[in-house]
């Protein structure tokens, strides 16, 4: 019989807060994230709006500042978010043996200089041609080691394992929005096969820089709805036109059901079911009839050993454009059958943004956290019903509702679709 592996450690930084009882706060009451960009000269962007993380550093979780400056900043979310999540869960007075301690991170790229950048560009263009070897020469006179190799998608992963002394398995996947909830998955797998007795498992990113803005208004993916910030994201909306873009970090403690129970852990929930599936399909495109996503699902209900009758909430994927959120209400509606107008589904994106890598555990901790206290978080500016998205997403205001099972979704650039099926645990 296979290991049940369930959460007894949740911690998150993103643009609702910087932890998660504020963040669940923020999405029952249906406050948005979003505002004008501050961490860049967005002006001459065609979006010029975004979800930042406002007000925080590494001290708010007792790091030094000047320790961490030369890290990434999706790394110091990643701290932050993990020393939440190990203190909340108690995890560490339990582990005799750090080889089955382990960290699984969805992480995206990190700590982008393009200031140096910029200046090894002007040195290799002063003469008017490009010259490769004064751009070589000026990035040998400016370039910092240390903050290159902490561009590496791997780094926060490395430096979680180095600060909870995490000897076990240590791994990063990078499959764009699919990234953090494929880390949960694989993390659960790792205890269930009895590889290690503890994960610390979630996500982290920040693409709000230039080269990242600039890659997402070129594939029109973006809103550019930047008079009304709080209302660009809409997803599931006859008007929708694109995501706002976001980030943070959120960070989860997996461990075996009897261990939690042995040492009287306070457990969220169970992660149930896994379903991970390609598309297999174009790289920034969702296949019309949503088959990825729908075997996703399917499979993640079946891991769980569960129907799909049995499911009582969905948190969406739901991005705010026009073909993710059409495809994934055609894609609900074939996995639900009749009973697809009866379940409930809400994306939270339209609240937080996207947080591309952070985004699936994010979400999955609202399911856990709508599975414990009864509550379904809403899809604000749900205002123009579209004949093509018809189902019950929870518009606009929080719902009381009984929640024992629930999945998230997560469908990521290049065709990756990853669904997790969380549990109550009577």
Not at 10 to 21: K, S
Not at 94 to 121: H, K, L
Not at 294 to 311: K, T, V
């Amino acid at each position: 019989m296979r290991r049940r592996v369930v959460v007894t450690g949740i911690g998150m930084i993103n643009p609702m807060g910087h932890d998660a009882p504020t963040v669940w706060a923020g999405l029952q009451e249906g406050k948005s994230g979003v505002a004008k960009t501050t961490l860049f000269d967005a002006s001459g962007f065609p979006t010029k709006i975004s979800a930042e993380v406002k007000d925080w550093d590494v001290s708010k979780v007792g790091e030094s500042v000047q320790a961490w400056s030369n890290r990434g900043r999706h790394t110091r979310f990643a701290i932050g978010a993990a020393k939440q999540a190990v203190e909340d869960s108690g995890v560490l007075a339990a582990i005799t043996d750090p080889t089955r301690f382990g960290v699984y991170m969805g992480s995206g790229e990190g700590n982008q200089d393009f200031t140096t950048f910029s200046r090894m560009m002007s040195a290799a263009l002063a003469e008017g041609d490009y010259d490769a070897s004064k751009f070589i020469a000026k990035g040998l006179e400016l370039l910092d080691p240390a903050k290159e190799l902490e561009q590496e998608p791997n780094m926060p992963a490395a430096h979680l394992a180095t600060m909870f002394n995490a000897q076990g398995p240590n791994m990063n996947c990078l499959t764009a929005c699919a990234a953090s909830s494929q880390a949960v998955g694989e993390a659960t797998e790792i205890i269930r096969r009895g590889d290690a007795d503890f994960m610390l498992a979630g996500g982290t990113h920040s693409m709000i820089h230039p080269l990242g803005v600039t890659g997402f208004n070129l594939l029109t993916a973006m809103s550019e709805s930047n008079e009304e910030p709080t209302k660009a994201s809409r997803p599931f909306d006859r008007l929708r036109n694109g995501f706002v873009l976001g980030e943070g970090s959120a960070m989860i403690v997996l461990e075996e059901l009897e261990s939690a129970r042995r040492r009287g852990a306070n457990i969220y929930g169970e992660v149930a079911g896994y379903g991970s599936t390609a598309d297999a399909y174009r790289v920034t495109d969702i296949p019309p009839d949503g088959h990825g996503g729908i075997a996703a699902m399917r499979m993640a209900i079946a891991d769980a050993g569960l129907n799909p009758s049995d499911i009582d909430y969905v948190n969406a994927h739901g991005t705010s454009t026009t073909v993710n959120d059409r495809v994934e209400t055609k894609a609900c509606k074939e996995v639900f059958g009749e009973n697809a107008m009866k379940v409930p589904i809400s994306s939270t994106k339209s609240m937080m943004g996207h947080l591309i890598a952070a985004g699936g555990v994010t979400e999955m901790i609202v399911c856990l956290l709508a599975i414990r206290d009864s509550v379904l978080p809403p899809t604000i500016n749900y205002e123009n019903p579209d004949p093509d998205c018809d189902l019950d997403y929870v518009p606009n205001v929080a719902r009381k509702a009984n929640v024992s099972n629930a999945l998230n979704n997560s469908f990521g650039f290049g065709g990756q679709n990853v669904t997790l099926c969380i549990r109550r645990v009577e």
